[in-house]
């Protein structure tokens, strides 16, 4: 299985991107997506997680401000950023909880957020 992140670019503050991360492979489901960034001499942190059921979970950080989807048919994780902060920047990563022969955790490649003031 593998994770193909997109959608990283450089926005001024309070601009939005849209991230997008598609799961290819086969024979394969995903149970929990999620975003997650690290940014410069920072730890990677969580961003945001959905089910596939559509159960949600954001950083305080991030709530009200970006919202995550998925498109089950598709393998595809979305990650809305509106309101942008320069605070924002750091490379995203796209995770994904998958189960194929046995259950295995998977990340994309990385795109870079940056966000100037």
């Known amino acids: 299985v593998q994770l193909q992140a997109s959608g990283g670019g450089l926005v001024q503050a309070g601009g939005s991107l849209r991230l997008s991360c598609a799961a290819s492979g086969s024979d394969f489901s995903i149970d929990v997506m999620g975003w997650y960034r690290q940014a410069p001499g920072k730890q990677r942190e969580l961003v945001a997680t959905?089910?596939?059921?559509?159960?949600?979970n954001y950083a305080d950080s991030v709530k009200g401000r970006f919202t995550i989807s998925r498109d089950n048919a598709k393998n595809t994780v979305y990650l809305q950023m509106n309101s942008l902060k320069p605070e924002d920047t750091a490379v995203y990563y796209c995770?994904?909880?998958?189960?194929?022969?046995?259950?295995?955790?998977?990340w994309g490649q990385g795109t870079q957020v940056t966000v100037s003031s």
């Open positions: 995770n994904a909880d998958v189960w194929a022969i046995a259950p295995m955790n998977y």
């Open positions: 959905i089910t596939s059921g559509g159960n949600t």
